[in-house]
């Protein structure tokens, strides 16, 4: 049996099947990674655009990188392994979390846990009462930067998970739920060097999950997982589909 068809055959077994998504699920799509050749952070100093620090000091900097990723983002399609992924989440038993705050999972149909956050949400920086709660807006570019809270009028933020700060908590609880109970758990195209979406995969191990990983390369996770299988989401997912699906 080839490592695609043994992923597909515990697929196809899998009465709770929770995958964990990364940015190498969108690399296809045209969105950079932050640690790959091409990363973001290769080429940005984390602590100048994704620390409350970095938007304190200058936020119209921020918003310029976030408003930049907009509008790429916005370009990009979902590819296969979005579509893939969005077609399994469809089973119940399901659970799709992802890190990435592009929302192209959702574009492709599916409803994930958002570790992370969105790109396409916002909410008040300061924050006032009304804008703790986040709104949509898909705008792009951005009439004015940085934005302003439409309750208060101070600035608004990208609704998304920085550096030093805690992630979302009903979010994190969901996932981490749903990992102890899952007996197939997926690492798709993370680098899984960013905690705590890095400790999900080795939870759902602990509870007794067959666990696997699909990357281009050998991360911090590949020596830990039951099954670890070299090569692109897009196609890796696709062949699986094939087979799950034959
Ligand atoms: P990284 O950029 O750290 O890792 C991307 C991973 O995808 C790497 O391990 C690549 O080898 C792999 N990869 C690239 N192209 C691929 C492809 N076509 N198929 C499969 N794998 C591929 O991205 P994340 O692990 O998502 O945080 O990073 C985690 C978090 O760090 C992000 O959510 C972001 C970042 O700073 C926040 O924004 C809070």
Redo the contacts with the bound molecule.
């Keep these: 049996m080839t490592p695609v068809e043994e992923l597909a055959r515990r697929v196809v077994d899998a009465e709770r099947l929770v995958v964990l ?5 969108s ?2 799509s045209g969105v950079p ?4 050749a091409d ?3 290769r080429q940005y100093r ?1 602590a100048d655009l ?1 620390t409350p620090e970095a938007f304190a000091r200058d936020p119209r900097l921020v918003w310029e990188w976030y408003d930049w990723r907009r509008g790429m983002i916005r370009r990009a399609r979902p590819n296969p ?1 979005h579509e893939v992924l969005a077609a399994w989440a469809a089973r119940p038993g399901v659970t799709l979390v992802t ?3 592009d929302g192209l999972l959702e574009r492709a149909g599916a409803d994930p846990i958002r ?2 956050g969105s790109i396409w949400h916002l909410r008040c920086w300061r924050p006032c009462a009304a804008g703790r709660t986040a709104w949509r807006d898909e705008t792009t570019p951005l009439a004015t930067l940085p934005p302003p809270c439409p309750h208060c009028g101070g600035h608004a933020r990208p609704d ?4 030093g700060e805690p992630l979302d908590r009903t979010s994190l609880e969901a996932a981490a739920q749903a990992a102890a109970g899952a007996d197939v758990c997926l690492a ?7 905690f705590p ?1 890095a400790s999900l995969l080795p939870l759902a191990r602990q509870h007794g999950a067959w666990t696997a990983e ?4 050998a ?1 911090d996770a590949s020596g830990a997982v039951d099954l670890a299988v070299r ?4 196609e ?1 997912l696709a062949e699986a589909q094939r087979i799950v699906a034959s």
């Design positions: 998504t990364g940015a190498g699920l690399a296809a990674t932050f640690r790959g990363g973001l952070w984390v994704a392994g890190q990435n705050v570790l992370h998304v998970t920085w550096f798709v195209g993370t680098s899984a060097v960013v979406a699909i990357n281009i390369e991360t090569g692109k989401s897009e890796v």
